[in-house]
């Protein structure tokens, strides 16, 4: 499954998922304890933040291209519902259009390739809708002697007024939602690693 990002972003592929300032309240509403967050405030700007990883005993590179792929984003990921990138193979600029479901209610987002090193990182960053916030999504992927750590980052930058009121909650949502993810895609793909050493 690859990262998403958006206004109230979300990453896919890493997802990002971006929320209209309309549907704001639904987002200030859920900023109920889901875990701590990481606030930086800049002079009357603010910002989240958060960073979960997990172990996964497969090589970097195998499990970079298993998020990679389209198909596995909403096997992974619980919040996505389809994930379509307007070209492939993905690389840096490739658009994702995404449909997810954020605490019952249906969005639309779409996201970027802001950069892309295969087997080693990918960064997707929010760009439909515009507003009320940005959201950038940054997955990592690092050798281990268990095979690799798999590390999704993401920020939460307000844009519009609005913003300031839904990031802190947008966080702890998708903080849950990564790591209900990465447990899923640790289950995937070693299991399907472990399918492949044994046909081999």
Avoid at 131 to 139: D, E, F, G, K, L
Wanted: with cysteine; glycine share 6%; hydrophobic share 40%.
């Amino acid at each position: 499954m690859p990262p998403t990002a958006g206004s109230t972003g979300i990453a896919v592929s890493g997802y990002h998922a971006v929320v209209g300032e309309r549907r704001a309240a639904v987002l200030v509403v859920a900023a109920i304890g889901e875990g701590p967050v990481r606030l930086r405030q800049t002079h009357r700007v603010a910002s989240a933040s958060f960073s979960e990883s997990i172990t996964l005993r497969v090589p970097p590179p195998y499990a970079f291209d298993f998020l990679a792929d389209p198909s596995t984003a909403s096997i992974i990921d619980p919040a996505v519902i389809e994930y379509q990138p307007d070209e492939l193979p993905m690389r840096q600029g490739v658009r994702v259009k995404i449909r997810m479901r954020a605490w019952g209610v249906p969005m639309r987002i779409e996201s970027v390739v802001a950069e892309w090193v295969p087997g080693r990182r990918m960064v997707m960053t929010g760009v439909r809708p515009t507003r009320p916030m940005t959201v950038t999504a940054t997955h990592t992927f690092d050798s281990s002697t268990e095979g690799c750590t798999y590390n999704w980052a993401m920020t939460f930058e307000p844009n519009a007024p609005l913003g300031r009121f839904v990031i802190t909650p947008s966080c702890r949502f998708m903080r849950r939602n990564a790591q209900r993810q990465q447990q899923r895609f640790k289950t995937h793909v070693e299991s399907r690693w472990q399918a492949e050493s044994n046909r081999g």
